[in-house]
Every structure is written in structure tokens, then in C-alpha cells.
């Protein structure tokens, strides 16, 4: 039984099994003499093979069979798998196939986050077990994220053909595009839900956050003109500045005993952010006026270091998402063919794209019949495997005064600010913080 | 998609290619043309959805395979307001909601239908293929006589 008294000087907080993360993890915390001598983020979902078994498959199956790995983010699957081999056969996909790309992640966006802001973590916030019970006393809050998600819903059913694991997108465009007229029923919904988006940011500005400021380097993708979904530099808040070609060069994964999925890290830096926290922190200025004005109101400054706050800043990228959404269908032309044509070539191609959870990586080494002959995934939560630990680490030694149970809640707290997906990652959520 | 429908709502979940998975599906698909007086739909079982559409109906028939232990081929028939679906039936995904998370939490928001009748089928193989075991398959022929019967006596 957990403990109610403050944490002693040597103790092991343990959580066995991780709720509401995708996968299946666990969480590991040791204190010895009144510190923190040890901290493991497990992850014990299977490893998944799914860079073995793309090898010897055409480039136009990667589209489809890496969106398998994630029922939550398929969309961020494709659209890097798409850009990759674009890239590697050297096409440029633009116009408005480009901004139907741009919609589509808009879909994913919204489903993801008001998934995470509403069902999986504010009942961290609210002090309750699960979504369920959080209904009962917050229904309202529960019907407005349920109908926001659907918003999210219908615009990755109409462009992608189906809810879960689209299937209408293909390297060089999709395979149908949409009518304007096809394209109108959104307007209405998306306009509602630009004011559901609001509502749930004072919702969420609303909540009690923990005093937890950290000095993170954050990485994201930055555009010139944009708020960053499909293209960019790779930037970092300590220097870094790439095209996704150098990722390989700049970052690294390595195996870790604890974890089935690698850890990766900056080479001669360390740990690093990616994620809503680290795109706001990057792109503030490439959000929308509404988007940084309700920011604003919600008492997040231009930057924000408190991983807690990330619930916000979902809050804020889902109203981006609903704007951008709105003036992508408003400017909609349905363009004269559904696809560029693709050549295929003996080349390397890169795709780096913002999935919910932050950049996702793909390289692909291709012949020149267009077979896939190796494939690098670099999944966001693989990349923000060390930073959880470090969070860990501070909170629980920041907290060492809070009683055991209440210290367990909010270290499973802090690993859900990242929204981590596992099934993503292994290619992992149990707790467990001990005192001896 | 209008979901305002009176009819009383008949839905199959489950996936086709994981073998007996997909019994729930086989069932609605053997029962869409016996049923003119319903609505009948595939689901993927993704929670959200079925929250909506439990909360836009009068009447509501789920199926769906259930992996309890118990010998394979059992038919459950849980009626939704006199006990709670058992989590461990239905648990398909741990950060989307499963089923019996989403009839709990339809439960709490007071939107549950006036009738909700959740039929289970213990399936004995889950491996990925396509086709259920001989034992699942006789489960199905029996749940369609039950829901017939059950539906004959609303209309």
C-alpha cells in the first residue's frame, strides 16, 4: 500500500503499469539517503520490427505501412514517409496538394490533443483517476472535447478516406482530392470549433500548475513564414539549424537496458525537447494573432519552461490548427490532378514532419526501381525518452517533502505532460520510486 | 451521417483480419438483411465514436469478440443498465478508449440509450488471418437467433 506519509530519506516509488499513455511502460524512481539515485522511464512494449520489415518493400508502401505504427498519429507516419521519398527522388509537392497536406495534419492535430488535453490529462489536474469519473462532475468539459475531436475526426475521414490509418494519401499527393463543395460542411464545424478551442485554453489556464521550470533545449521544426507542420529547418533553442539530410549528423540513438525503445540524444549536448512545449518555444511568432493573443490570456509568455503548462499550449495549437484549417478550405481550389508523377531513383531521402508529439524522422535508402533497401523511423517519443528521466530526477528532488502517493501521482503526472506514445517509441507505463 | 435515426442502432466492432476479432462484424453482416427495421454499422471500436453514436440513439445492439477465459464460443449478453461492461471484455488500447470505457463514460454524462444491449463472443484465436474458428463460427448462427428474437419483441 502507498504510503501517505512524506517520502523517506530511502524509498522506491514504483508505478507498474502506466495509464493513459499509448503502450505500455513503466516508471521507476529510487531515492537513497534523501536523493535521487535512480530513475528509469520502462518501456516493455515489444520491439516492432518495422524498420526490418520495410526493407525489400516499394517506396509506395511506406506511406501505408508506417502509419501502422500509431492508431493516434497515422498522419504524422505518412506525411514524413511521403516527404522522405519525395525528397529523395527529387520532387516538390506544392500549391494546393501541398495545403491539403497541411489540413489533413490540422485533423491529426486536433484529435490528438483534444484526446490528451480532455480525456488523458486534465484529470491529473482535476484530481481524479480517469476520464470517466471526471465526467460525472465535468460533463460539459467531456461533450465539448468529444465534439471537438470529432471536428479533428471529419477532416482526417474526408481527406484520408477513413478515421484511423487513412488510406487516400500517397507519396507525390493523395490519391483523390476533395471538391470544393466536399470540403464546404467543414467550415461551419471548424468555426464552432475555433470557439471550443478558446473555451478549453481558459479551461486549461484555469488548472493549478506545479512551480517546475527547467532549462531545456527545445527542438522543432521552423519555417520562414509558417507555424511548422510539414517542412523547415531542424532548429534548436542552443544553435541547431539543419535540414533533415544532417539529422543523422546532430543526433544520435543509443540503447539503454531499461527501455525497448532507443534513447536519443544530441551528440556533444544531451537531452532535448520536442513536442508542443518545444514548437511554441521555437515558432511563437509563427502562430496566428488569435492563436498568440489567447496564449497570452492564458499567462503563457513568449517562451514557456514549464513542462506542466504543455496542456495550454495543446490547447493553443488546437485553436492554430482549427484557423488554419478554416483558411486552407476557404482559399481551396481543387487542383487538376490528384498527384505529381514520381520517378523513382537510387538516392537517401529525408523527411522530418511535426507530429502531435513533436519531429518525427524517416530516412529511406532507395535503388533505382524505387525499392526500399534501408529505413531510419525516429519516432518523438524515442527522442523525448532522456528528457522525461531528467524531469523525474528535478521534480522528485524538488519534492522530496510530498507524501508518497501524492509524489507518485505527480511523477505519473510529469510523464504525461509528453503525452508519450509507446507502441511509437519501440520500436512503454508502470511507476515505481524507491527509498532505501 | 444522421444519427437522430428512431431505428433502433446494430454495432459490429472488431478487426476481420485478427481471425475471431472480427466476429462482431461477421454477425451484423449476416444480420443487415434480416433487419430492415434497424440501422446497422461497422465500427472500429475507437472510443469517441462510440460515444457519440450511444448517445444518439434510442436503442442500441454492440457486438464484439470478448478475450474473458472463458471457453471459446461463449455468448455474454450484458444488459448496459443493470451492470457495467467488465473492462478486462473489451481493453483494446491503453491511450484511446476502449468499448466498455466508452459505455461507462456515455453512463456518466447521462446520455446512455434507453436500451443498450452489449453481446460478447469468447473468441478462441486472435492471430493475425482472416476467418473465425470452427467454435466461433456456431457462436455466431445462435447470437443472431437471440438478437432476432430480442428485437421482435421492441418492434
Excluded at chain 1, 505504427?69 to 506525411?79: D, K, L, N, R
Excluded at chain 1, 510530498?402 to 503526472?413: A, D, I, V, Y
Excluded at chain 2, 476502449?98 to 486472435?126: C, H, K, N, W
Amino acid at each position: 500500500m502507498k504510503s501517505k506519509k512524506p517520502i523517506g530519506r530511502s524509498e522506491i516509488l514504483k508505478i507498474n503499469y502506466l495509464a493513459r499513455v499509448e503502450g505500455e511502460g513503466a516508471m521507476y524512481v529510487r531515492v537513497k539517503s534523501g536523493k535521487v539515485a535512480d530513475v528509469k522511464l520502462r518501456i516493455f512494449e515489444p520491439p516492432r520490427f518495422f524498420e526490418a520489415f520495410l526493407r525489400g518493400r516499394r517506396y509506395s508502401e511506406a506511406p501505408d505501412l508506417t502509419a501502422r505504427i500509431c492508431g493516434i498519429c497515422p498522419v504524422a507516419y505518412q506525411m514524413s514517409a511521403c516527404h522522405a521519398m519525395e525528397n529523395a527522388f527529387g520532387v516538390l509537392v506544392q500549391g494546393q496538394l501541398r495545403e491539403l497536406r497541411r489540413l489533413l495534419y490540422c485533423g491529426e492535430w486536433i484529435e490528438s490533443h483534444v484526446l490528451h488535453i480532455a480525456m488523458l490529462n486534465a484529470p491529473d489536474f482535476l484530481g481524479y483517476p480517469d476520464a470517466i469519473q471526471m465526467a460525472r462532475d465535468h460533463p460539459d468539459l467531456v461533450k465539448l472535447a468529444l465534439q471537438l475531436k470529432k471536428t479533428g475526426n471529419s477532416i482526417v475521414n474526408l481527406l484520408g478516406g477513413r478515421e484511423i490509418h487513412p488510406i487516400n494519401v500517397r507519396v507525390g499527393g493523395f490519391y483523390r482530392v476533395p471538391t470544393k463543395a466536399e470540403l464546404e460542411p467543414l467550415v461551419e464545424k471548424l468555426k464552432w470549433a475555433q470557439d471550443a478551442s478558446l473555451q478549453l485554453i481558459k479551461v486549461a489556464a484555469g488548472l493549478t500548475f506545479p512551480d517546475f521550470e527547467q532549462d531545456y533545449e527545445f527542438v522543432a521544426l521552423r519555417h520562414p513564414d509558417e507555424y511548422p507542420f510539414n517542412e523547415g529547418q531542424i532548429v534548436s533553442s542552443r544553435g541547431i539549424d539543419i535540414p533533415a539530410r544532417e539529422y543523422d549528423a546532430h543526433f544520435a540513438e543509443e540503447h539503454v537496458e531499461h527501455s525497448n525503445a532507443l534513447h536519443s540524444y544530441i551528440k556533444g549536448h544531451g537531452a532535448y525537447f520536442v513536442g508542443p512545449l518545444a514548437r511554441y518555444n521555437l515558432n511563437f511568432n509563427r502562430l496566428s494573432p488569435m492563436a498568440q493573443q489567447a496564449a497570452k490570456e492564458a499567462g503563457l509568455g513568449e517562451s514557456c519552461r514549464n513542462p506542466f503548462k504543455s496542456i495550454i499550449v495543446r490547447g493553443v495549437e488546437t485553436l492554430w490548427a482549427c484557423e488554419e484549417a478554416l483558411r486552407i478550405i476557404t482559399n481551396y481550389e481543387m487542383p487538376p490532378a490528384p498527384h505529381v508523377e514520381i520517378r523513382p531513383r537510387t538516392a537517401v531521402g529525408y523527411g522530418c514532419t511535426e507530429a502531435p508529439r513533436g519531429i518525427l524522422y524517416h530516412r529511406y535508402r532507395l535503388d533505382n526501381h524505387g525499392v526500399i533497401l534501408d529505413a531510419t523511423i525516429i519516432p518523438p517519443t524515442s527522442q523525448n525518452q532522456k528528457i522525461i528521466e531528467n524531469d523525474l530526477r528535478n521534480f522528485v528532488a524538488e519534492n522530496l517533502d510530498l507524501p508518497t502517493e501524492k509524489l507518485s501521482l505527480r511523477c505519473e503526472q510529469a510523464i504525461r505532460n509528453y503525452d508519450p506514445c509507446i507502441s511509437c517509441a519501440t520500436h512503454f507505463l508502470k511507476l515505481t520510486v524507491e527509498r532505501d | 451521417m444522421d444519427y437522430e435515426s428512431g431505428m433502433p442502432l446494430i454495432v459490429g466492432i472488431g478487426n476481420e483480419f485478427r481471425r475471431d476479432d472480427g466476429v462482431g462484424l461477421e454477425i451484423v453482416r449476416k444480420l443487415r438483411p434480416l433487419v430492415p427495421q434497424a440501422e446497422v454499422q461497422e465500427a472500429s471500436g475507437e472510443g469517441a465514436e462510440l460515444v457519440e453514436l450511444l448517445s444518439e440513439h434510442n436503442a442500441v445492439y454492440l457486438f464484439d469478440a470478448v478475450s474473458s477465459g472463458a471457453a471459446p464460443g461463449t455468448i455474454y449478453r450484458i444488459d448496459s443498465h443493470k451492470e457495467p461492461v467488465p473492462t478486462k471484455f473489451f481493453h483494446y488500447s491503453t491511450h484511446d478508449f476502449s468499448l466498455a470505457e466508452a459505455i461507462e463514460l456515455t453512463r456518466a454524462l447521462g446520455s446512455l440509450p434507453r436500451v443498450l444491449v452489449v453481446y460478447g463472443i469468447e473468441g478462441a484465436d486472435f492471430d493475425p488471418g482472416v476467418g473465425l474458428s470452427e467454435v466461433v463460427s456456431y457462436a455466431v448462427d445462435d447470437v443472431i437467433k437471440q438478437c432476432l428474437a430480442e428485437l421482435a419483441t421492441v418492434s
